[in-house]
């Protein structure tokens, strides 16, 4: 991936940070079809990712082609896409499908079922892997979307959750040249980068009550718009006090830091 586009991927997730907070599965498979149409249109495509195109030119491309089909959140989201900076085409359109996986792992990890889906998504790359008919179904050529898609729903059946069913079902779709599995691979790792971005590692002196632990976990779900899961570790040298630590963020409230806080201030 070239450096242009890391940049604009990691901007494109910091403008998505606001929408996360409303966005529904509709936000995300909307995301999906835009970078379907994307990915269809050559034309399109190429103007899009142009650095050289005018913003008003792509602006009112993304006006014209999808403003009657997404709301208008999707559709003020994808015109600050745009207007970023892409190596290349198919480098906006894995941006597109890759910030909808990513929209659907923050709505599973909010409802506290992102383990849940990550199985969901793992089991059912495994069981292409594991069974060749099921690979050349999928991989058909002859066979329309709408069959494939078919064959996803009566093998997921009603097990799956619905965040689960709207990944498996986007791999399908989004496969074109590349196996299903490996796409089913690829979404895995996004669904893993927002589960251990929600798992605070908490370290105590002594161990916490449920009630501690529950008020905890409230406060920190409503600092990260999530839920967040609890690993717990002891350290005597801290004394008291709590210290917590979400992917690079560090809360410390134990008493040495309190201690070591009330010598600065009296230095």
Do not use: C
Not at 136 to 149: P, Y
Not at 192 to 206: R, Y
Not at 239 to 246: K, P, S
């Amino acid at each position: 991936m070239a450096s242009s586009t890391r940049q604009s991927l990691a901007s494109a997730k910091l403008a998505l940070e606001p929408l996360l907070a409303k966005a529904d599965l509709g936000f995300a498979t909307s995301l999906f079809s835009v970078a379907g149409a994307v990915a269809g249109s050559a034309q399109l495509r190429s103007l899009l990712s142009d650095p050289s195109a005018e913003a008003n030119a792509k602006s009112g491309a993304v006006a014209a082609v999808f403003g009657k089909t997404v709301s208008a959140d999707v559709l003020g989201f994808v015109t600050s896409l745009v207007a970023l900076r892409w190596s290349k085409g198919s480098d906006l359109v894995g941006a597109l499908e890759q910030l909808g996986v990513h929209v659907i792992a923050n709505i599973a990890a909010k409802a506290g079922n992102i383990d849940a889906v990550e199985s969901e998504v793992f089991a059912f790359q495994q069981a292409i892997e594991e069974n060749q008919d099921l690979q050349f179904a999928l991989a058909s050529k002859t066979a329309s979307t709408e069959a494939r898609l078919k064959l996803v729903d009566s093998l997921l059946g009603s097990k799956a959750s619905a965040e689960g069913a709207a990944l498996i079902r986007e791999a399908v779709v989004a496969s074109g040249k590349r196996r299903t599995s490996l796409v089913l691979e690829s979404y895995s790792k996004i669904i893993a980068q927002v589960a251990q971005a929600l798992v605070a590692k908490v370290t105590v002196a002594a161990d916490l009550t449920p009630a501690q632990l529950d008020r905890l976990r409230a406060a920190l779900a409503k600092t990260y718009g999530a839920s967040v899961k609890l690993n717990i570790e002891h350290d005597a040298t801290m004394l008291g006090g709590v210290r917590v630590q979400i992917a690079d963020q560090i809360i410390d409230g134990s008493v040495v830091a309190r201690l070591n806080q009330a010598k600065l201030s009296l230095a």
